[in-house]
């Protein structure tokens, strides 16, 4: 298949593998900082490639991981309220909030909630279904806000007043800035999002690197994408370096996308914003103007959102912020795994206890067992 | 008596058992269904003694959307369950047909879907010889629901189960994965996309049997359909009651373009996509090749390929060589999949 398989070719990734070999001189850790990066080193099977030398911890670049109990409790709410329809992405469906209960529980109990693709397919639930509220729980970083802001403007253009957004939308920096403020991680490098950086461009780690010396490479996740970003990384650290460099140019710039960050700036405003894990980050959140208010679920609707209870023992939090790997959580593999998740990172297909407990060898019987 | 019939659509009349049912009956069931066993109408089908030993099996069908490319509710109904008696080295005798059909369904798309079950069970050459037929009211099912038994007899000397694998065993899968799966799920969420999604429904029997004929007896040691849950489930469920550890190759294993680049854009896995025409074979190693020359010579098993070994005695664990060389573990599906954010 044309631009998937010339990124997964065998012979290429041997060469990089070989070449990163010889560039790794040293011992380094470096942070993945996109949930999609997780995924895609253990589905290919390329963690157990790596030479030793290199560690690979996880970031907080989930988007439905790092969405905190509370706003999932503020969901279950509104899915509740009457004459309400909710228009969801589908891994938000399974993730509990605090009591446990889940969008899957309140839809069997008779809410109304159908699981989209786009918010624009929310926006053509709305039309269609004109005496309902229909409601999109926005989540996710850069890539995904342009997305659902340009169907809060069709909805305005359209004159379509039956639909709204909820918004928890995050950015990916500020986050960043709070875990490398704890001098527990310790990382050398940090593998960038090539995603978010397609929308906030490469420039916008320069303070990242600048600020704790650290190697920044942006990387997709295609294997020889992320061998390609980690060469690259690898030499910065032999050299002493501490860049920004950008392993993803076929689609990131410099500068980014302008043209979405303003579309973005006409209709959200910077604002403080709960963390599964990590707490509330001043500034990483993303709310909805006053003039869109109209499509603003929390404005329009009477949601409070309560404040959040973390699931006893759930280690989420910490797995979140790098400090521990999924198999240190007591829960793992135990009461939490992906049929009955506890946290989000295992309900969550992105999520790091989900990508563990998948292509891990991790599960009740085998707990424990090494990787491979 | 045909006024009965003149809405175009099903009223609780038809599931009532008075003269609406029987017009349902006479003018639609065994007007495209009716064999010598069927149109008498008795309470249950008397089927003549064959040799063997019986192998049974029941399913029920409540896909939706019920019309898709490739097939239907009905062609699933009948080929599923042949597909089930297949599996333990069968040959399918006879199925029963029952209908549960909500109140509102077109007549037309009933009739498409009778006629869809007619096609299968001719082409298959297995007989429906009994039925029912229940109607609810509008809401308590949707559009219509379709369970299917099936007997079959399984000939002396043939012994399939999925317990039955053994270390050494070559993996053969009998066509591309995940067809079904991604045209229910692109279907379901409205995509559309280009290129030629289609589900694979197809009864496996015949090549069933001609591998039975033409291999040694006993050399077929397990048969899977990887319906729900894919070729990842049913190779987790073998290891696990065979306590045998499997080894697949990404690389072996044939996926359609369509289906691939369709997973791509749904964040989904092929390994855990539904498929209703396709079977996984463990074979003693002596007879892959000629195994899977037989099923190569069936239109059904045309793209059937090796796609990994039964390496050893353990804790039933499945791994995959990626394409590139690395290695990971299946699991089973944990529930149902679902599209992703990004």
Redesign the interface.
Known sequence: ?KY?DEF???EL??QLLHELTTATTRPFRAMEVC??HTMAI????????LPPEIELISGPGC??CVTSASHIDAFLQMAELPGTHLAV??????VPGSNGTTLAHVRAQGAKID???SAM?GLELARQNPTEQVIFPG??FE??TPGIGASILAARQQNIDNFMVFSTHKTMIPPLMALLGDPALGIDGLLCPG?VSSIIGAAAYQPLAEQYHLSCVVGVFE?TDILHALILMARQINEGRAEVENGYTRAVTWEGNARARAMVSTIFEPVDMEWRGLGTIEGSGLAIKEEYAQFDALSRLSITVPESKEPPGCLCGQILKGITTPPACPLFGSRC???SPIGPCMVS??GTCRAY?????Y?E??LGQNM? | MKDNLSPKTILLDHGSGGLASQELISTLFLRHLGNKVLSALEDSAVIDNQPGRIAFTTDSYVVDPIFFPGGDIGTLAVHGTINDLAMRGARPLVLSLALILEEGLLLTDLERIIISIRDASNDSNVAIVTGDTKVVPRGKADKIFINTSGIGMVAEGVEISSSRALVGDKIILSGSMGDHGITIMTRRAGITLTGDLRSDSMALHTMVQRMLAGLPAGSIHTLRDPTRGGVATSLCEIAGSSGLMIEIEERRIPVRAEVRAACEILGLDPLYLANEGKCLALVAPDVADQALTLMQACPEGAEASIVGTVTSVGSGRVTLKTTIGGTRVITPLHGAPLPRIC
């Open positions: 298949m998937v997964r070719d065998p990734t041997a949930g999609t253990f589905r290919s099977g390329l963690r157990g490639l988007p439905v992405f589908g891994d938000l469906f399974r699981i989209v693709y397919d989540i996710g890539t995904t995603h294997p795994t992906p049929s297909s992105e407990f998948t292509y891990g060898n599960s019987k085998n491979i």
